[in-house]
C-alpha cells in the first residue's frame, strides 16, 4: 500500500517522509484490551465506536510512547487489566513499531511490579534493549494530545494549565522534565523544612539555591517555547481562532527585566524573605510554580476562559497545531497528534480545516469519535476503524 | 516446606541490596549446596568481618584499624581532603587512583522528606577537620543528584568561616563519550565549565 502510494503521488511520498508514524501497535492487558494487534500505514486513523469501547484506551496506550504518565495521569497498577472479580492482575505493555525518516524502530514499555516491593515501575524497550530511562523515547518520538478532561483547562486552576505548559515544552526539550522534577523535590523539602520549623538556615539556603536554579532553567524554557507558540500561531489565518499566549508570574516578568542569573538570585532573596510567610502558609510565595498561562482570542479580545465551549476548543487547537507545526520545523517531522472526541464542538469549517491541516503537517492524527459521519473530510485520506467492547475492526 | 533456619537464612539474604524473595531463596539453596567452598568459607568471612572492622573516627571509612589505613597513610597528601555521600564513592575514586589526598565520609545527604538532617551526617566533623591548619583544599564529589547538589550547597555554606578553599568536581563529558548522545544539562554544564587548552 504504502509502495503504491510513493508511485502514483510525489507529494504523498514527501509528507510520509516527514511523518513519525505508528505503523503496528500491540497491547497486552492494557485496561480493557486482553490483546491487541493493529497494523496501519502512516496515515491518520479515526476510531469510532459507542461511549466505552475502547477508543480513549487506545490512545492512553500512545500516550505511553512518549516519557510521562500518559493522557489520563493514572497510577500505572490501574491500568492493568482485571479480570471481573479477579484479586490480581497481569502487568500491562505496549509495543509499537514507528517509522519515520530516519527508519524503522521499535518502543516497547509497560508496567513492572518489583518483586517483593510496592514501589512500580515503567520499564521502556528500545529494539529490543533496555532504555536508560522513559526520558529516551523522546528521542524517537513526540506526542501532542487533547482529550475531554481538557475542555475545563481555561476555567480550572492554574496547576493544570502548568502541566499543559510544560507538555508543550517537553517536545521541544525533553529534559525540561528533569527539571520539573528536581525543582518539585527541592520545593517539597523547602516545605517540609519549614513545616518542621526547622532554623537551620544553611540548608534553606541550599533548597532555596536549587528552586532559584532549577526554577529560572523552567521559567526561561517556557518563555521560549511561549513566544515560539505565539508567534507560529499569530502567522496561521483560517477558520481557527487566533491566540495570544502571555505567561504571566514573577519569575517569569523579571525574566523578560533582567538576565537569568539576576533572576536566580531575585528568587533566593523573596525566598529568604518569605520564610516566615510560608511555614505559616505552607508551599512558596515565589518561584516558577506559581505561572500561569494567560490566553486571549485576539479577534475578539476576550479571555478564553470567558469563550464558548467550541471557541475554546478551537483555541487549544490553535495552540497545539502551531506546536505541530513548529515541531515539524525543527525536527523534520511532524509529531503524533492524539485528538480524543475533538471533532464533534467543532462546526463544518473547522472541522475541513483541521483536516486539511493534519494532512498537510503530514502528521499522524489519531481521532476518536462516537459517530462516522463527522470524519466524513477525511474518507480516502485516512485509515477508518470501528471500537466495540474492545476489538478493533477496520471498516 | 523448610525448617526454621533455612527460613531464617533465606529472611536474612533477602534484605542484602539487589535481592528478592526469589533470588534470596535461589541464593541461600546454592550456599547449602557447596557448603565446604561457599558456605563455611562465608561464615568465617562475615565472622571475622563482623568482629575486626570498624568505622574510622575520623573519616567515616571502613576498615580493620581506627583511624583507617588512608587516615593513617604516610604517603596520603594530608592538605586535601575530599568529602563523599558513602564508603562506595570513596572506593570509586580510590579505584581511580587519581587522588592521594585523604577522604570524609558524610554517611549521606540531607533529606527532609527522609528526615536525614545535618546532625545524621557527619557535617560538624568535617568542619573540625577543615580547620586543621595543614588542610587546604576541600574537594566536594557528591553525585550529581538533587539531594547531593543540596548537601554540597549547604557542606559549602557550613565550610565558610574557616580558611580552607572549597572546589567540587567537574560535570561535563565523560572519558571517550561522544557530544551526540549527552543530554542538554550535560553539554550545558560542560560548556560553562570549560577550559582554555
Known amino acids: 500500500m504504502s ?10 511520498a514527501s509528507a510520509a517522509e516527514r511523518r513519525a508514524a505508528v505503523v503496528r501497535l500491540s497491547l497486552t492487558d492494557f485496561r480493557c484490551y486482553a490483546r491487541l494487534r493493529l497494523d496501519i500505514e502512516a ?5 469510532t465506536g459507542p461511549n466505552g469501547a475502547g477508543k480513549t484506551n487506545l ?67 528500545i529494539d529490543g534493549h533496555p532504555a536508560r530511562g522513559q526520558k529516551d523515547l523522546a528521542q524517537y518520538l513526540s506526542l501532542v494530545w487533547l482529550t475531554p478532561d481538557m475542555d ?12 499543559f505548559v510544560d507538555r508543550l515544552v517537553y517536545g521541544f526539550h525533553p529534559d525540561h522534565a528533569g527539571e520539573v522534577a528536581a525543582y518539585e523535590t527541592v520545593m517539597r523539602e523547602r516545605g517540609r523544612l519549614l513545616a518542621d520549623g526547622s532554623a537551620d538556615a544553611a540548608w534553606l539556603d541550599a533548597l532555596e539555591d536549587g528552586m532559584a536554579r532549577h526554577g529560572v532553567a523552567i521559567a526561561a524554557a517556557r518563555a521560549e517555547v511561549i513566544r515560539r507558540l505565539d508567534s507560529a500561531a499569530a502567522e496561521r489565518t483560517g477558520p481557527f481562532p ?3 499566549l502571555v505567561l504571566t508570574g514573577e519569575v517569569d516578568a523579571w525574566l523578560g527585566e533582567m538576565p537569568a542569573v539576576a533572576v536566580e538570585d531575585r528568587v533566593r532573596d523573596a525566598l529568604r524573605a518569605g520564610r516566615s510567610h510560608d511555614a505559616a502558609q505552607g508551599g512558596a510565595a515565589c518561584g516558577a510554580h506559581r505561572t500561569d498561562l494567560l490566553v486571549t482570542y485576539v479577534a475578539k479580545d476576550r479571555p478564553a476562559r470567558d469563550c464558548s465551549t467550541g471557541e475554546q476548543k478551537a483555541l487549544l487547537l490553535s495552540i497545539l497545531l502551531a506546536m505541530a507545526r513548529e515541531l515539524r520545523g525543527e525536527r523534520g517531522e511532524a509529531p503524533l497528534l492524539l485528538l480524543d472526541e475533538v471533532v464533534a464542538h467543532l462546526d463544518g469549517a473547522r472541522r475541513a480545516a483541521l483536516f486539511d491541516e493534519i ?14 459521519e463527522l470524519f466524513a473530510g477525511l474518507r480516502g485520506r485516512a485509515r477508518f476503524f470501528r471500537v466495540l467492547d474492545a476489538t478493533v475492526m477496520p471498516r | 516446606m523448610t525448617g526454621p533456619e533455612i527460613e531464617t537464612l533465606i529472611q536474612l539474604l533477602a534484605k542484602l541490596p539487589g535481592l528478592g524473595p526469589r533470588s534470596a531463596r535461589r541464593a541461600a539453596l546454592d550456599l547449602l549446596k557447596k557448603r565446604e567452598t561457599l558456605l563455611k568459607p562465608l561464615a568465617e568471612a562475615l565472622d571475622l568481618a563482623a568482629e575486626r572492622i570498624v568505622t574510622c573516627t575520623t573519616c567515616g571509612n571502613l576498615d580493620t584499624i581506627d583511624p583507617c589505613s588512608i587516615c593513617a597513610g604516610a604517603k596520603r597528601d594530608v592538605s586535601q581532603i575530599c568529602v563523599v555521600e558513602e564508603v562506595a564513592d570513596l572506593w570509586a575514586i580510590e579505584r581511580s587512583a587519581a587522588f592521594r589526598g585523604r577522604y570524609h565520609v558524610l554517611g549521606g545527604v540531607l533529606s527532609a522528606l527522609d528526615g536525614v538532617g545535618p546532625e545524621d551526617l557527619s557535617i560538624a566533623r568535617l568542619v573540625e577537620r577543615a580547620s586543621a591548619s595543614e588542610v587546604k583544599e576541600i574537594i566536594l564529589a557528591m553525585n550529581a543528584t538533587v539531594e547531593g547538589q543540596t548537601t554540597a550547597h549547604y557542606v559549602t555554606d557550613r565550610l565558610a568561616g574557616t580558611q580552607v578553599q572549597v572546589t567540587r568536581l ?28
Not at chain 1, 494532512?359 to 462516522?372: E, I, S
Request: some cysteine.
Open chain 1, 152 to 163: 475545563r483547562l481555561f476555567m480550572e486552576g492554574s496547576s493544570s494549565r502548568r502541566r
Open chain 1, 242 to 244: 487566533v491566540p495570544r
Open chain 1, 43 to 47: 496515515q491518520p486513523v479515526v476510531l
Open chain 1, 59 to 125: 490512545l492512553e496506550a500512545l500516550s505511553f510512547l512518549s516519557p510521562g504518565r500518559g493522557l489520563r495521569r493514572a497510577r500505572l497498577a490501574e491500568i492493568d487489566r482485571r479480570e471481573r472479580g479477579a484479586d490480581t492482575a497481569a502487568p500491562w505493555a505496549v509495543a509499537a513499531v514507528l517509522e519515520s525518516g530516519r527508519g524503522r524502530v521499535n518502543l516497547g514499555t509497560g508496567h513492572e511490579a518489583a518483586e517483593g516491593k510496592s514501589t512500580e515501575r515503567r520499564v521502556v524497550r
Open chain 1, 3 to 12: 509502495q503504491a502510494v510513493s508511485a502514483v503521488s510525489l507529494p504523498a
Open chain 2, 170 to 197: 567537574a560535570h561535563g563529558v565523560p572519558v571517550g563519550g561522544e557530544l551526540d548522545y549527552l543530554d542538554d544539562g550535560t553539554l550545558t554544564a560542560a560548556l560553562r565549565a570549560r577550559r582554555s587548552v
Open chain 1, 359 to 372: 494532512c498537510d503537517l503530514g502528521a499522524q492524527a489519531w481521532l476518536t469519535g462516537t459517530d462516522d
